[in-house]
């Protein structure tokens, strides 16, 4: 019985590391401001990039575009991270209804 769960974690392990591996690829978007601002993100948390537009910059006061900016990475950091949640839900088997996901991501 031993060898056979020390064969599944090992195929969860691998299958994780792949998902891992993937996550550059796959990407998020996050805005803020009726998506005056927005941000893509990767599943590896990293923001790639930050649109602005142009009209904001010209009529608001300066802590308001802050504003944006900081809710548009909050919105994308967590949409990656429930993107990498859900995968790594789906690579486990486990129970698509199981509570709490994974925390920490």
Do not use: C
């Not at 601002?37 to 006061?61: A, C, F, W, Y």
């Not at 486990?92 to 925390?103: D, E, Q």
């Amino acid at each position: 019985m031993m060898p056979d769960f020390m064969k599944k974690a090992q195929e969860l392990q691998e299958k994780m590391a792949k998902i891992q591996e993937e996550a550059g690829s796959r990407t998020v978007q996050g805005s803020a401001g009726g998506q005056m601002v927005t941000v893509t993100v990767n599943g590896r948390m990293e923001v790639t990039s930050l649109h602005i537009e142009p009209q904001i910059l010209k009529n608001e006061d300066p802590s308001f575009v802050e504003d944006l900016i900081v809710a548009a990475l909050n919105d994308g950091l967590k949409k990656a991270r429930d993107l990498m949640a859900q995968s790594l839900l789906e690579a486990s088997g486990l129970p698509p209804g199981l509570s709490g996901g994974f925390p920490g991501f």
